[in-house]
């Protein structure tokens, strides 16, 4: 029977992935990789081989090395699209802002003589920046430097607004910390206990996709309704201050 057009020899499954015949090879022998259906002593590979030799590959480039890849595959008993599913889930970032790449004169220019090399690497530190070389500095995430420049214009120190915004960051660490052990302990650790059954492969990933953007809505919620009580707190004690004054000058 002639090969369908799905199938492939050792040598095109290498091309397609991108790994060496003699990789494959190993693969094959450690495990890793399911036998080739044999015919007329040809081996041919279908799409759940490639699949699983991208998820190696991806899977080494995030640092695993091969023992611990196998675990994985033993342990979940998952197909290969379905970890590359939730590989994706759990790397793709949720920022939606384009980076954007300034000169020191450029954020000179934004910050005045506050944005000494002091401040910027401790911007750097924070991750607010990232030094590319050749005097050409990026900001992931732009729009905090927009409401860093902002605030300053207001008069706030670019000091006291860095201190600010890592303040900031801790807490936030915390709250994500919170939201990841909530989903761990009630969605994946169930799963985990189940045997990782196969129909729930999908649900599972689902909802994974969906705990950062939930999260974030949560989060910004919750800070419209405990920011509007703050500054009633505070400013309500000025007012009243003020009032006093007022009744004291008559």
């Not at 802002?97 to 750097?124: C, Y």
């Not at 910004?220 to 009032?243: D, H, I, N, P, W």
């Amino acid at each position: 029977m002639a090969a369908q057009a799905h199938e492939l020899t050792n040598e095109q499954l290498a091309a397609r992935s991108g790994m060496t015949v003699r990789n494959i090879m190993a693969h094959r022998a450690r495990g890793l990789l399911p036998a080739p259906e044999v015919r007329e002593r040809v081996g041919y590979y279908g799409p759940e081989h490639l699949a699983r030799l991208r998820l190696i590959s991806q899977m080494q480039a995030d640092g695993f090395n091969l023992r611990a890849i196998e675990r994985l595959l033993e342990q979940t008993r998952g197909r290969p699209e379905q970890l590359l599913s939730l590989r994706e889930v759990l790397t793709t970032p949720l920022e939606t802002e384009q980076p954007r790449v300034f000169t020191a004169e450029e954020l000179a220019a934004r910050f005045g003589e506050q944005a000494d090399a002091e401040l910027l690497a401790r911007a750097e530190a924070m991750g607010l920046l990232v030094p590319l070389g050749d005097g050409r500095i990026e900001a992931p995430v732009p729009s905090l430097l927009d409401a860093a420049q902002e605030v300053v214009s207001m008069g706030v120190p670019l000091r006291h607004a860095l201190t600010m915004l890592a303040k900031v960051q801790e807490q936030c660490r915390t709250i994500a910390r919170e939201f990841v052990r909530l989903f761990v302990e009630d969605l994946w650790e169930p799963f985990a206990e189940d045997g990782y059954p196969e129909e729930r492969w999908q649900e599972v990933t689902n909802s994974i996709e969906q705990l950062r953007p939930l999260s974030a809505a949560v989060l910004v919620a919750t800070y419209q309704l405990t920011m509007s009580k703050e500054v009633e707190r505070a400013f309500g004690r000025e007012l009243a201050r003020l009032t006093k004054r007022r009744r004291g000058g008559r």
